[in-house]
């Protein structure tokens, strides 16, 4: 099992998370043991054609190479009053990612990461959710309710990103407990 088992920042991550009430576990354990899973089979899937770790300045034009689309939303001020900070987001079906620069400045600069390295950790993310969906590897999970899936995957992009980056951060770092002021932190709902 891997050394980051069960660490309190996993398990702030869990208890923080919005479908937590409907999980029928007491610890992350299972979801974290099935996300490792999900995430050994993703790796073995993509090493074929990608040595790990990558390069965080290469991702961006590797995963547009592979016709991703990386799209660059300037949150405007009315954002900023919504109750969700968004750093990035994804629609696997249209293979598009959608990144907040701003955001990303502001809690990159909060956790002391540089813009770039906070930038390909939410590109490696974002991938995640994109290569789950073409794989179909959600049947992976068939014996996990609706809501177990959903932060099981979460879990996984998290893990995956660090791991293909090769960072020696922990998988929750983008998951800030005091978010900039007027942002609510990202807690790993489904806007991904
Ligand atoms: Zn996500």
């Known amino acids: 099992m891997n050394e980051s088992f069960c660490d309190p920042l996993w398990e702030a991550f869990y208890e923080g998370h919005p479908l937590r009430i409907f999980c029928s576990s007491f610890s992350i354990f299972p979801y974290y043991q099935a996300a490792e899973l999900l995430v050994q089979k993703i790796l073995q899937y993509i090493e074929r054609d990608l040595i ?6 290469l991702i961006e034009n590797y995963l547009t190479q592979r016709g991703i689309i990386i ?34 400045m502001k809690q990159a600069e909060r956790i002391s ?33 609706e809501s177990e899936r959903i932060i099981i995957e979460e879990v996984a992009a998290r893990m995956f990103a660090i791991r293909i980056l090769g960072y020696a951060l922990h998988p929750t770092v983008l998951d800030g407990e005091s978010p900039p002021a007027g942002f609510t932190a990202d807690s790993g709902q489904r806007e991904r």
């Open 52 to 57: 790990i770790p990558y390069s965080p300045d």
């Open 71 to 104: 799209e660059d939303k300037i949150v405007d001020s009315s954002m900023l009053e919504c109750s969700r900070f968004f750093l990035s987001a994804c629609e696997p079906e249209n293979r598009l990612i959608t990144l907040y620069p701003k955001a990303i």
């Open 113 to 145: 990461i540089s813009a770039q390295e906070a930038r390909a950790i939410l590109l490696s993310h974002e991938w995640f959710h994109i290569i789950f969906f073409e794989l179909g590897a959600s049947f992976e999970l068939v014996f996990f309710s």
